[in-house]
């Protein structure tokens, strides 16, 4: 990837992110806060890098803690924001008609 | 070597579909409706990426690599299950700052096995560096105040000369490391730790009110310190998803920041605690307390109640017996509504996601715009553990902190109910004049105590 593709992926991405949140509804702010905080747990493909390629015990130690800490980011913030979205699925199916949304599991 | 070939070329073609899902999935988030597929579809994403990067070539240390995973992934796991919803935000900044953690993680191994070839991808490393740096030990400070763990907010006089300093220093080092001048370990790891002392210095002031938008800020850096570091290890997987993250999170920051009537730079630099304090003497009048018992008769005999809640219905848990509470009120014929503020509770839509784990359904539940013109005509208006946002002050008084922040029109009510735990100023430490109002009451107690003791006495009635 020359320099100047990954500028421009970098612009993409940029007016992206724009783009996705700019119309939504105040009551999905904090939900939606905490689904990009997990998508940033991305990083712990980069801190499993790091740590593959790490030679003496003080890059090994802090890789550890690199992949440690990114693993929590991306799971931790994968369980908060299911369970704040679920909350969300129940009362819409409520709103549905009672009984019709808890068929599905 | 054609093996690791075709590896890389399944290694790109899953950070491809990840990038893919990560968007579809957020796109999917912001709206109730898709919502909940949203999150299934990023986690599909960061699995496939995961389990992909097993492969990259020329990889060591797995005896190290599935462990700290596994920690790192059962703690978590385990944290994120267990803990109220009433303490998610600071759930999230935990999470967020780990991520953040990681990506200085990455720019520290990087920099000191001295992988990072060329001075852009030094700078970037610096930069991406710095910023993860600030963003771990920020979110840590924010997720003590939070918990409760830092009560204080620490000001004194020159902190933001030392703050600039700090930062001052630790792009001075980075710049000798970048520019390859003076790289080596000791410099480097001053370098970290200026920036990590720069976190710390940079949140202990803010007040406790504006820890959402710090939150949402430090969420967005994190995106952008990862977007970096993809930059330096050259993964297209994490440019993307970290700059995705980092411009989202710039615009809900922005959004939060705007909600309260303040600018960026205002919630950063401004000691808004100070200045409340000092304004607070200004309110006269007295606060009037009333009986459970009275304010179960005014309920049930209302044609129109507007609820107002606040952090105090979350602390108290209270959302619940809330809800019973209306729907006794609802069976009566009563017409019952909530209004949100935008920034009730400790971040926006924190509120709504209370009370839709209550069962509150979302036509009951109004905006602050939709709601304010309806106060007029209503006969109570019951606040619950709210506080700055239903200051009139914020209407009145120019040299009011909140001066100018859009409130809800409670005090144009017939009737205030307001129950509160203590007669203390609010999370602002600014004195709320609404309490002292004519038509105000205070109903002293715990939400959740209080709203089943007005079950009773609504039940009483009949």
Redesign the interface.
């Known amino acids: ?1 020359t ?1 100047m593709v ?1 500028l421009y ?2 612009m993409l ?6 783009e ?37 015990p ?3 130690t ?31 199916a ?2 549905g008609g009672g009984g019709g949304g808890q068929g599905k599991h | 070597m054609p093996s690791w070939l075709s590896a890389d070329l399944a290694i790109q073609a899953s950070y491809f579909v990840t990038a893919v899902l990560f968007i579809m999935g957020l796109k999917r988030m912001s709206s109730p409706v898709t919502a909940r597929s949203g999150i299934l579809w990023a986690g599909a994403g960061m699995a496939v990426a995961t389990l992909i990067t097993f492969l990259y070539p020329g990889m060591s240390n797995f005896a190290l690599i599935v462990p700290a995973m596994l920690i790192g992934a059962v703690l978590a796991w385990w944290s994120g299950k267990r803990v109220a919803m009433t303490n998610m935000p600071q759930m999230i900044a935990l999470y967020n700052g780990m991520g953040g953690g990681a990506a200085a993680a990455i720019a520290a191994v990087e920099l000191y096995r001295g992988a990072t070839a060329g001075y852009v991808t030094a700078a970037l490393a610096v930069g991406g560096g710095i910023i993860g740096a600030v963003s771990f030990s920020g979110s840590a400070i924010a997720f003590g105040k939070l918990q409760g763990l830092i009560t204080r907010s620490i000001r004194f006089s020159g902190q933001q000369f030392l703050n600039l300093l700090l930062l001052a220093a630790a792009l001075v080092l980075g710049t000798l490391v970048a520019s390859q001048v003076n790289a080596t370990p000791l410099v480097v790891t001053g370098f970290f730790v200026l920036a990590l002392l720069l976190g710390v210095t940079m949140t202990l002031p803010i007040g406790g009110a504006d820890m959402p938008v710090v939150i949402s800020l430090y969420n967005a850096l994190t995106g952008l310190a990862v977007g970096l570091e993809g930059f330096v290890l050259n993964n297209a997987a994490m440019i993307i998803a970290g700059t995705v993250v980092g411009s989202a999170g710039t615009l809900l920051t922005q959004l939060m920041a705007r909600a309260m009537n303040r600018s960026l730079g205002n919630v950063l630099f401004s000691g808004f605690g100070d200045t409340g304090a000092a304004a607070s003497g200004a309110v006269s009048g007295s606060l009037k307390p009333i009986e459970a018992a009275d304010v179960g008769v005014m309920l049930a005999f209302a044609n129109k109640v507007i609820v107002v809640p606040g952090y105090g219905m979350a602390v108290a848990q209270a959302q619940h017996k809330i809800w019973e509470l209306c729907q006794l009120l609802i069976d009566r014929g009563v017409h019952v509504r909530f209004a949100i503020h935008p920034v009730a509770g400790r971040m926006p839509g924190h509120m709504n996601v209370l009370l839709a784990e209550a069962g509150v359904p979302y036509d009951l539940i109004a905006d602050l715009d939709e709601i304010n013109a309806e106060f007029d005509t209503a006969d109570v208006a019951l606040i619950i553990g709210a506080n700055d946002v239903v200051n009139p002050v914020a209407r009145t008084d120019k040299s009011s902190p909140i001066y100018g922040m859009p409130i809800l029109n409670a005090d144009k009510a017939k009737n205030v109910i307001v129950i509160k735990r203590g007669s203390g100023a609010g999370f602002s430490g600014i004195e709320n004049a609404l309490f002292y109002l004519d038509n105000t009451r205070m109903l002293y107690g715990d939400a959740q105590k209080v709203a089943a003791e007005l079950i009773q006495a609504i039940k009483a009635v009949d």
């Open positions: 990837m320099g990954a992926i970098f991405a940029a007016f992206t992110g724009y996705v949140i700019s119309r939504v509804p105040v009551i999905l702010h904090t939900p939606l806060m905490s689904g990009s905080n997990f998508v940033h747990g991305i990083v712990l493909v980069g801190a499993m890098v790091a740590l593959g390629g790490a030679h003496t003080l890059e090994k802090i890789g550890f803690i690199g992949v440690l800490l990114a693993a929590g980011n991306a799971v931790g913030g994968y369980v908060v924001t299911e369970r704040m979205l679920e909350m969300f699925k129940s009362s819409g409520r709103r």
